[in-house]
């Protein structure tokens, strides 16, 4: 056991276990509590927590406390303190490789069990415990939750500031930029916002607030149910995958909206009408179904028969599958994707944020949506030779507080006449700059705007050489002097 937190001590030290800093550093140099030592006395330790998490979970009504609180109910009720309960996680770790176990699958409950105590007795802020007596879908149905939440990032990122000196926070969906210092909690020496070099307009962003027949489009939850709104938002994707060749992927903000128009879309015969253009698969919470689902998708688009992708902001596909050339030309973002809000544990978070960081909650919600929406629409735009149209389908996208809030290299591509069209404008809009990226695109037109020429390349290696120069010619004169 000891050679075991020399191990993980050893480790941190080496930055291979910093994804998942269980252990805090104070535990690597405390002594082990006596009554968690021995393997017999840590499993009826554990096995009295266990019990007492069973208890707590027979609730009827929701119970939300701070991990201060919870630790303070665990001593005086089953006799634990804060102490062993930090080391439980090691300590099983320990255990399992004493016994020589390699399956560790059938003891990932009890790891949960120990993590969760570390955890809870570790971080007495920035965390919050909701107990959650059934699920909100089926109120009706017995069915506890505990969970222990995190509302403060900048917890996450406190290791990280600690050990390296110098930080670099990059990506494409870093906007806007100002929300990151606060929720992180760190003070920036350079903070910018970079476009893309672009030899051509290689991307089209639309705002279509409205359809056909003039009637507006949104997700509120006012127009969720709308026949209408719905009707609309088919007959944008069915006149996007008539103009657009090879793929086209459309974000939904949830599972349920998205099965709820799916089916309309059914009802209405829109279905009908887009199997004659491009074939359909449908992202689902199931990672198996949505495997087999997005390999056909690439199947469709690589034999030329084309596709339409219907998937969810949040959920596998918008995370980390990528939509290169043919397999994404057109991106639909159907609503703007604000995450459930009734959420307790949002709730939590959101007061959290209020109090500590006097962030309103408005302003988190909707940098929180429009950075999902940008994540979603990027999927289109993964290279310099790439190009894509990027629709946000709802009428909100218009507002200056949410066109603010996407990046710079989408906002620059962005102008006035592409806001608030109806959807033959952008299918107009469409055809006309996908005739445009049908011409003949070298590497020769890239030269000297997107990529470098032979000549800037040799005049950068000439310049860094006299740096070089110069700096050797400093040190010697200074040894001189010496």
């Not at 535990?27 to 082990?32: F, T």
């Not at 089926?138 to 900048?154: A, E, K, Q, R």
């Not at 949002?346 to 940008?374: C, G, P, S």
Request: a neutral charge; aromatic letters at 10%; glycine letters at 4%.
């Amino acid at each position: 056991m000891v050679q075991g937190l020399k191990d993980a001590q050893v480790q941190r030290e080496t930055d291979m276990v910093m994804a998942n800093p269980v252990l805090p550093a104070d535990v690597l140099k405390e002594v082990v509590p006596g009554n968690i030592r021995n393997a017999d006395h840590f499993l009826s330790f554990l096995r009295r927590f266990v019990e007492y998490i069973k208890t707590r979970l027979r609730v009827h009504h929701v119970v939300q406390e701070s991990p201060a609180g919870f630790l303070k109910d665990v001593a005086s009720k089953i006799c634990i303190e804060r102490k062993p309960l930090r080391f439980c996680a090691e300590r099983l770790a320990s255990l399992l490789r004493t016994l020589e176990i390699t399956d560790m699958t059938e003891y990932g409950a009890l790891t949960l069990i120990t993590h969760f105590a570390t955890l809870v007795s570790t971080y007495t802020k920035g965390f919050t415990i909701i107990v959650e007596p059934f699920d909100d879908k089926t109120p009706t149905v017995i069915n506890p939750i505990l969970h222990f939440s995190c509302l403060d990032s900048s917890i996450a990122m406190a290791p990280v500031f600690t050990r390296f000196q110098t930080v670099v926070i990059t990506s494409g969906t870093l906007s806007p930029m100002d929300m990151y210092p606060k929720i992180l909690d760190f003070d920036p020496v350079i903070m910018s916002s970079f476009t893309m070099t672009l030899a051509r307009p290689c991307l089209l962003p639309m705002i279509v607030s409205k359809g056909n027949d003039q009637v507006a489009i949104s997700s509120k939850f006012e127009t969720r149910e709308d026949t209408a709104v719905i009707r609309n938002y088919g007959q944008l994707l069915v006149e996007t995958a008539k103009t657009v060749p090879d793929g086209i992927v459309c974000f939904f903000t949830s599972y349920l909206y998205l099965e709820s128009v799916v089916a309309s879309w059914y009802d209405q015969g829109i279905v009908d009408t887009l199997l004659r253009y491009k074939l359909l698969f449908i992202e689902t919470q199931d990672n198996a179904e949505t495997s087999y689902a997005l390999m056909n998708y690439v199947k469709a688009c690589d034999c030329g028969r084309g596709a339409v992708l219907l998937a969810v902001a949040r959920g596998k596909v918008s995370e980390g599958v990528d939509f290169d050339h043919h397999y994404g030309r057109a991106v639909l973002m159907f609503g703007i994707p604000y995450v459930y809000t009734q959420s307790r544990i949002l709730k939590a978070r959101l007061d959290y944020l209020r109090d500590q960081f006097q962030i309103r909650e408005n302003d988190f919600l909707t940098f929180d949506a429009m950075r999902h929406a940008a994540q979603c629409v990027g999927r289109a735009l993964r290279g310099k030779t790439d190009y894509g149209i990027m629709i946000f389908a709802d009428k909100r996208f218009s507002r200056q507080d949410k066109r603010s809030r996407l990046p710079k290299w989408i906002q620059e591509h962005l102008v006035d006449s592409f806001c608030n069209l109806s959807t033959e404008e952008a299918m107009q809009l469409a055809r006309r700059w996908l005739r445009r990226m049908a011409q003949p695109f070298t590497r020769e037109d890239q030269l000297g705007i997107s990529l470098l020429t032979l000549e800037q390349l040799e005049n950068s290696e000439k310049e860094k050489l006299e740096r070089q120069a110069q700096g050797k010619e400093g040190v010697g004169g200074e040894v001189m002097e010496l």
